[in-house]
């Protein structure tokens, strides 16, 4: 029964990284590919299968018909993190606002507050495009990474103020009380004694801000013009009448690079239990 | 009780507005205006477009198969992110390796990680119709019949989404309590009692949370569906969201557009707030 | 002074000047061209423009098709002028919105524009006409009049031209030629093998051929590869299957409507039956070949997997790939006829003895100036240097770039033989063919009216729904044509029939 089910949890582990990895050997393969190996069929061993070509690493590190994905990396790291950095600094404040005290405008308590936070992310980013296009516009922000920045902080901010109103509500009220009852108000209790505990939490909605704004895309494309390129919208340019599947594997190996560090560091933190509560 | 708390608060409540307001009041005044490719501007037509909206057959059928496939999609990823959590919890070689693993395709871009998807299914130079080919499965016609290309799309999702439910459901069973399980073990309960009566009801805050927000992310699908199908064969996977894409970006009729996506907007966040209350009904023991 | 000599002063110093340049001409074969070609935006001419600190910034498409060539000559211009070029490639499917929002509020974002021809009815009130100079350059007075045709609206350049598209067939003369298949078809079918002159007999051809190895690498051979792909292209490709049955020689006045009452035809029985020819094509494509992209038609007919296509040159210009398995296995042919066209007139089928053959010249890459851009002058010196004759005697010949011949000059066979190493027999049908679309007498143009977007969506999910069993052909498009009459209403009857105006006219000449 239990070596049974042993082999059973081994083997689905098995299945399943197998599917994880799928995507990830195919692009591997493919990015050595030209379009002779590309309509070969689906082969993967170079040298023995199709003849390799460098083609599509070429193509993403400058070179005429190429694209140069070291500028828009720049970039995108730049709006991420900043981004990201604003909207867990203001997330955080509200949620520990929101979590710990009690509010009510007009119809609205708590936890319709964070609804609305939330709600922010429903709305299909197509409709949003002009508005915020016309926005841009009139503060003088288009193409540039500021107004890039702003957008990407409405954008992220649901997303830190969810994760971090789940955090706080895990955080017990002792530990306020304990600190009230030490003489700190509710601004020197928070900087004091919750922001050093909240460090896990502030590492998941960390992770789900870089996330989203490293990979969205919409928002980079339609409020930029020729001088602020983020990766995504520098990547798709390679993706011509002819998709060109060797480069655009290159590409996606090459986006995802610096989350997969990110995924180390989100599990070490896990593994730690640092997270304990981050989530609950 | 404290002044203070608005300090707090307002800061990003403030900036959230600031940000969004303007957006938000423009689209609920260019829906009612005819703004298209060729009278650009915020004219006047009253309701015409909810009018027209309403009896487009198209959006409505668009909604429900968006329905239908955020429902799945967000089911099987919570299913399987709360398995791989399981198994990776504890007793397993190698676990912070897999834990690490299992997180990655989240981390993906969608829309060059779509192109990537389209190349595998595709029927006679990808690679994935040979494997099932040599595992006597045999070949399926993924992206040109309605039934195939709509598992295509949900197989795409669930590679890229599994992990949030995955990362989130396995933090809370780190920081889950030992004594409920000692107290379980007392009572002599096998595996499977122990997960529903303890794991289970102890995780039921985090699972609202975590499907709650994959529903609303699940229901902007737009760049897979995009590359992998363009919404077709047929109609057969064209959600709300890709015909509002359609209308709003290819037709360039922003007026229209715009009634589409507010429609949707209310729809969507009265649906949330009843899913949320049964939710919490269901899986969250000390909410009443 | 008199006129003789200030006359003769001047042309003391055009000569003066031509000894001084040819004593210090400058080598710009460095730029991979043969040979500079004299005239207004030569190499030489650009070269002697100074744009010192100013910049130009250019939307172009993404790379390689028309992106790399746009890149490539913005570096050139760069190094010769001194200005600063910025570019800015996106994908087809997204490069009309990224065009129109800028345009529709008003922001200056682009000078040069490269863009599909066929969204000229939605972008020409914001495009600035090409200034006489410019139309009195040699590169400009070569194109031929089709391809300058799709360029003007009520009489005015509005869009520069730099390339020449149009559909027609492309099939594998390897297997045609071979007696082994000649004699499989004749066995089928009871007939010689022929280069398909109708549609029916393409799809016969192909049925025949389909899921067959026929060029005996083991691997199964399928018989056509098509753009099927909804919001992919396929308008287009239906569209070059229904114009033989539906655009009947003598029949004037309007293909995609009635000009006269704006009335769409597109659900008249020529219409339909194209698109049940096109939906019984579906049993002859490759795996998943029902839901094609270009990209997937190009590799498909351009790898070898399948024995016939019609579309753009890319397809074609894979197959020719130095390194192509299958290069000078292929020729190319004016597009399949229809040996039955509705006649809307007499609401009859006419027959005809030799099919009606009609050349579809659609989409097409074009390039226009922003009329809101402060730097005009530059631009449109860039577009002419782009398309001077020395830079697109280089870019015809990079396959990939996708600019293709729209200039007299670029539909003589020897280029292609003597420049890429084709064969003689593919050089001939290549060029041949091409050249018969452009002097076609019966031609049908892309619909170049406000909204085409729209129009073309609308088509693409009719079509799609007959494609996939949703409804039959009529049913599908008796719905587009609703919502057809809906788009003309909302748009604006006046509005579209004056642009499609333009469009009749070329059809009509």
Not at chain 1, 187 to 209: D, E, Q, S
Not at chain 3, 230 to 242: E, G, K, Q, T, Y
């Amino acid at each position: 029964m239990k070596t049974l089910y042993l082999a059973l949890k081994y083997l689905a582990i098995a299945l399943w990284s197998a599917f994880v990895v799928f995507p990830f050997l195919w692009a591997l393969t493919t990015s050595f590919k030209s379009a002779n190996g590309v309509t070969g069929g689906a082969t993967w061993i170079p040298w023995v299968q199709y003849e390799p070509s460098l083609q599509g690493w070429q193509s993403l590190f400058g070179g005429v018909g190429g694209i140069n994905v070291v500028k828009p990396f720049y970039n995108s790291l730049v709006v991420t993190l900043s981004a990201s950095v604003i909207s867990i600094t203001l997330g955080t404040l509200a949620a520990y606002a929101l979590s710990r005290f009690t509010f009510r405008f007009l119809w609205m308590r708590n936890s319709d507050i964070t609804f609305f936070f939330i709600s922010q992310r429903i709305m299909p980013p197509i409709v949003l495009a002009i508005p915020f296009f016309l926005m841009l516009r009139s503060l003088g922000l288009l193409d540039s990474l500021p107004g890039l920045i702003l957008v990407y902080v409405a954008l992220l901010m649901p997303i830190a103020v969810w994760v971090m109103v789940d955090f706080f509500n895990g955080v017990p009220r002792g530990l306020d009380e304990m600190a009230w009852m030490d003489g700190c108000n509710p601004i020197t209790t928070f900087w004091r004694v919750i922001l050093p505990n909240a460090l896990p939490g502030l590492v998941v909605a960390g992770m789900f801000c870089i996330i989203f704004g490293w990979n969205d895309f919409f928002f980079a494309f339609t409020l930029t013009f020729t001088e602020t390129q983020l990766l995504p919208v520098a990547i798709v340019s390679l993706n011509s009448s002819v998709t060109p599947w060797w480069s655009l594997s290159a590409a996606a190996l090459v986006s995802i690079a610096p989350l997969v560090v990110l995924a180390f560091v989100v599990e070490r933190f896990l593994s730690k239990g640092g997270l304990a509560g981050a989530v609950r | 009780m404290y002044r203070q708390k608005y300090l707090f608060l307002l800061p990003g409540l403030l900036v959230l507005v600031a940000i969004i307001l303007f957006p938000l009041l423009f689209t609920i005044r260019v829906s009612f205006s005819s703004w298209d490719v060729y009278n650009p501007g915020l004219n006047w037509i009253g309701g015409e477009n909810y009018g027209r909206l309403w009896e487009d057959a198209r959006y409505w059928q668009a909604l429900g198969r968006l329905t239908l496939l955020s429902v799945t999609t967000v089911l099987i990823q919570y299913v399987l992110g709360f398995a791989l959590a399981l198994m990776v919890w504890r007793d397993l070689a190698a676990r912070r390796l897999f834990r690490v693993l299992f997180l990655i395709p989240m981390m993906t871009t969608p829309v060059v990680m779509s192109v990537l998807w389209r190349t595998i299914f595709h029927e006679s130079l990808g690679p994935l119709n040979p494997i099932l080919e040599s595992l006597g499965i045999g070949a399926a016609p993924w992206l040109s019949s309605a039934g195939w290309a709509f598992a295509a799309v949900v197989i795409v999702e669930v590679w890229q989404w599994t992990p949030f439910m995955f990362l989130l459901l396995l933090a809370g069973l780190l920081s889950l309590p030992n004594e409920p399980y000692l107290a379980a073990k007392i009572d002599g309960a096998g595996p499977v009692r122990t997960f529903f009566s303890v794991t289970f009801p102890m995780l039921g805050a985090i699972s609202v949370g975590a499907i709650l927000i994959r529903l609303i992310e699940a229901s902007k699908i737009m760049e897979t569906v995009y590359v992998l199908t363009s919404g077709g064969p047929g109609t057969s996977t064209e959600t709300s969201s890709y015909y509002i894409y359609i209308r709003g970006m290819r037709d360039f009729q922003i007026g229209y557009s715009a009634a589409l996506s507010l429609t949707y907007l209310i729809i969507m966040i009265v649906a949330l707030t009843v899913i949320a209350k049964l939710l919490v009904r269901a899986l969250v023991k000390d909410a009443a | 002074m008199t006129k003789t000599t200030l006359r003769g002063a001047f042309a003391a110093t055009t000569a003066l000047s031509l000894i001084a340049s040819t004593a210090m001409a400058e080598d710009y074969t460095k730029y991979g061209i043969k040979a500079d070609v004299p005239g207004t935006c030569s190499f030489e001419a650009i070269d002697a423009k100074d744009y010192t600190g100013r910049t130009l910034n250019i939307i172009t498409h993404a790379i390689p098709v028309i992106g790399e060539p746009t890149a490539l000559h913005a570096q050139q211009f760069q190094e010769l002028t001194g200005a600063t070029v910025n570019v800015v490639h996106v994908p087809f499917g997204d490069l009309f919105q990224r065009i129109m929002i800028p345009f529709q509020t008003q922001q200056a974002a682009y000078d040069v524009l490269f863009h599909a021809s066929l969204w000229l009815g939605d972008f020409s009130p914001f495009f600035a006409e090409v200034p006489a100079a410019y139309q009195e350059t040699s590169g400009m007075k070569s194109v031929t009049d089709t391809y300058r045709g799709v360029s003007l609206v009520d009489g005015k350049l509005l869009q520069y031209p730099m390339d020449g598209d149009r559909h027609y067939l492309k099939y594998r003369s390897d297997v045609f030629a071979n007696p082994d298949m000649q004699a499989k078809f004749k066995e089928a079918t009871g007939r010689d093998l022929t280069v398909p002159a109708t549609w029916e007999e393409y799809n016969e051809v192909a049925a025949v051929f389909n899921d067959f190895d026929f060029d005996g690498d083991g691997a199964p051979n399928f018989g056509t590869a098509e753009v099927t792909k909804r919001d992919d292209l396929m308008f287009s490709a239906f569209i070059s299957r229904v114009a033989a049955y539906a655009k009947h020689p003598d029949v004037k006045g309007g293909f995609f409507f009635d000009l006269e009452t704006m009335t769409p035809l597109i659900n008249t029985p020529g219409w339909v039956r194209g698109l049940e020819l096109f939906v019984a094509a579906q049993a002859s494509m490759p795996p998943g070949g029902t839901s094609f992209g270009l990209g997937d038609e190009i590799f498909s007919f351009g790898g070898g997997q399948t024995l016939m296509s019609y579309s753009w040159d890319d397809a074609f210009i894979q197959a020719m790939q130095a390194d192509s398995p299958i290069r000078n296995k292929v020729a190319a042919a004016p597009l399949p006829g229809a040996k039955e066209v509705w006649n809307r007139t007499t609401g009859a089928w006419d027959t005809f003895e030799t099919p009606n053959q009609v050349s579809y010249v659609t989409w097409g890459w074009s390039s226009a100036v922003a009329a809101a851009s402060p730097n005009q002058d530059m631009a449109f010196d860039y577009l002419c240097f782009f398309s001077n004759e020395a830079n697109t005697m280089a870019d015809l010949q990079i396959g990939r770039f996708g600019v293709n011949p729209y200039r007299a000059e670029h539909f003589d066979p020897a280029f292609y033989q003597n420049d890429l190493g084709w064969d003689a027999a593919v050089a001939t049908t290549y060029a041949d063919t091409l050249k018969a679309v452009d002097s076609a007498p019966n031609q049908v143009f892309d619909l170049r009216v406000p909204g085409v977007g729209e129009f073309m969506s609308s088509l693409a999910a009719g079509v799609a729904r007959a494609q996939s069993g949703e409804a039959t052909a009529q049913e599908a498009l008796d719905g587009v044509a609703a919502e057809w009459t809906a788009i003309v209403d909302r748009i604006g009857k006046d509005k579209v029939k004056a642009a499609y105006a333009n469009v009749v006219a070329l059809e009509d000449k």
